[in-house]
């Protein structure tokens, strides 16, 4: 089975490039640009294997969107992978204290990616 990543990024552009990215290698990918809306997603379909988080969105940032999906019994289990161009190794501590399972920092190291999501998958 193809695994189903959501990718949740403010900028279509982020989205498109990684939608490319990910789609060449062969994972099944949905897309959303507000936090709210991926947490919708998430709740609908048990189906994700994974969720790659921008943490600087407006509205719900990427950072309480974790916190709300470990909080939520029936996805708290789902992992996820935080992307930030927030590069710093406070931020990266930041994010995994929050909940998420890796960090990858913008702009994105394709290698790097799939390596943690295989990691994680």
Do not use: H, W
């Not at 943490?55 to 309480?64: A, L, N, Q, T, V």
């Not at 204290?97 to 990858?104: F, H, Q, S």
């Amino acid at each position: 089975m193809k695994k189903k990543i959501l990718i949740v990024d403010d900028d279509p552009r982020n989205i498109f490039a990684l939608k490319l990215t990910l789609k060449a290698r062969g994972y099944a990918i949905e897309t959303c640009t507000m936090a709210q809306e991926a947490l919708d997603m998430l709740k609908a379909d048990p189906d994700f294997s994974m969720v790659l988080m921008d943490m600087m969105m407006p509205g719900i940032d990427g950072y309480e969107a974790v916190r709300i999906i470990r909080n939520t019994s029936e996805i708290k289990d789902i992992p996820v992978i935080a992307v930030t161009a927030q590069a710093m190794p406070e931020d990266r501590q930041k994010c995994i204290e929050v909940g998420a399972n890796d960090y990858v920092s913008k702009p994105i190291d394709v290698d790097l990616l799939l390596m943690a999501i295989e990691k994680l998958s």
